[in-house]
């Protein structure tokens, strides 16, 4: 009989499998737990306010409909709460509902329950301003600078701007009360905005409150109160008040001095008299949305209304906002029957020569030109 004692068959390891498992759902639970506490920590802070040191007023608007899901968004990408997902689910755990479309003022350093119950309470139907300020519109921007000024220096936002130029129920409101100043305004085709060239460039005061609207229909009240006094001589002049300010705006930019741009407007003048584009880089760097740009023999062809290079004529409108010296100048052109037709200007010396013919503007463009490069 043969003795199997010392030939036994090894049994598996059970007690380390097991130490295995037990460590694998240790850590588990520890990182379930960790995962959860930092969730709870994280939740406990984004009911609290973001910045409570932050008492910056933004200005949020709320569309309509807005579901609590869409306001969070909006309240976190304005940086108004840190979450709103939180938000979300704080006004849903405590009953808080209809809440109203508008703008509102509020704050990085507001709770979440005192940013409900002002929601609740409803907003304007446009912005406004929450504090006393100052904004200026200088000569020679248009509107889309303007637009960021206007962000840069009051609660309203750049989109907020755009879009009341776009408004075209308050624009036909501005044009009922000012009809002396925007009633060809409102007749010209094509144009990018009715009321560029119609914001008068200057300082204006922003009170508590004042709406974006308000602030809007200053400017352009401002440019009728400039414009009054010369409404008869404009229509003498045989021009459009569109056409006229159209003339303004491209001599508020390509203008040095008020003798050199009442040249140039006769130059401009005397080229609308026989049929001949203008051909301004100034339209062209409008057509294209640029403000300064080298252009390119491609840039001068871009199919645009505003090319005067291509186009003859005025255009659809302005190109910016003049500035009451432009506005002279063309009420009052200089040296027109010398039939001036080209103007070059030495960008170092900031001298203006004006010639007849293109020949005669080339010779001055390689005489004087540090870049012998056609204006």
């Known amino acids: 009989m043969s003795n199997n004692s010392n030939q036994r068959t090894p049994k598996p390891n059970r007690s380390l499998g097991r130490r295995i498992i037990i460590s694998v759902i240790t850590l588990i639970v520890i990182l379930a737990v960790t995962i959860g506490f930092m969730g709870y920590h994280f939740f406990q802070e984004a009911l609290r306010p973001l910045n409570p040191q932050d008492?910056?007023?933004k200005q949020v608007h709320i569309p309509l409909g807005a579901s609590n899901k869409q306001i969070g968004s909006i309240l976190q990408n304005n940086k108004i709460v840190k979450s709103g997902m939180v938000f979300d689910y704080y006004v849903k755990s405590n009953n808080m509902a209809n809440f109203r479309a508008g703008?509102?003022?509020l704050t990085p350093a507001m709770s979440l329950k005192k940013i409900a119950v002002r929601l609740q309470?409803?907003?304007?139907?446009?912005p406004i301003q929450s504090t006393k300020g100052k904004l200026l519109v200088r000569e020679g921007l248009n509107i889309d600078q303007i637009a960021k000024q206007v962000a840069a220096t009051t609660d309203f936002s750049e989109h907020d701007f755009i879009s009341l130029m776009k408004d075209k129920a308050f624009i036909r409101q501005l044009a009922k009360r000012y009809p002396q100043l925007l009633a060809?305004?409102?007749?010209?085709?094509?144009?990018?905005y009715r009321l560029e060239g119609y914001l008068y460039p200057a300082t204006y005061e922003v009170k508590k409150n004042t709406s974006l609207k308000a602030l809007v229909e200053q400017m352009v009240a401002k440019t009728n109160q400039v414009l009054m006094p010369?409404?008869?001589?404009?229509?003498k002049s045989k021009m459009t008040l569109q056409e006229f300010m159209t003339l303004a705006s491209l001599i508020e930019r390509e203008g040095v001095n008020q003798t050199d741009r009442r040249k140039m407007a006769g130059v401009f003048l005397n080229r609308i008299r026989i049929n001949m584009p203008i051909q301004s880089d100034i339209s062209?760097?409008?057509a294209i949305h640029r403000n300064n740009k080298t252009?390119?023999?491609k840039d001068l062809q871009v199919d645009s209304p505003?090319?005067?290079?291509?186009?003859?004529g005025f255009g659809p409108g302005p190109f910016d906002s003049p500035s009451i010296s432009s506005i002279s100048a063309v009420l009052h052109p200089l040296d027109r029957s010398k039939d001036y037709l080209y103007f070059f200007a030495n960008t170092k010396t900031q001298k203006v020569y004006y010639s007849t013919t293109y020949a005669q503007h080339q010779e001055q463009i390689a005489k004087h030109s540090p870049s012998k490069k056609d204006k």
């Not at 060809?184 to 990018?192: D, E, F, H, I, L």
């Open 55 to 57: 008492t910056a007023v």
């Open 103 to 105: 703008y509102y003022q």
């Open 121 to 126: 309470q409803g907003g304007t139907d446009q």
């Open 184 to 192: 060809s305004a409102m007749k010209s085709q094509g144009v990018r």
């Open 230 to 235: 010369y409404y008869p001589k404009i229509k």
């Open 284 to 286: 062209v760097l409008y």
């Open 295 to 297: 252009l390119t023999a």
């Open 306 to 312: 505003y090319n005067l290079y291509v186009n003859a």
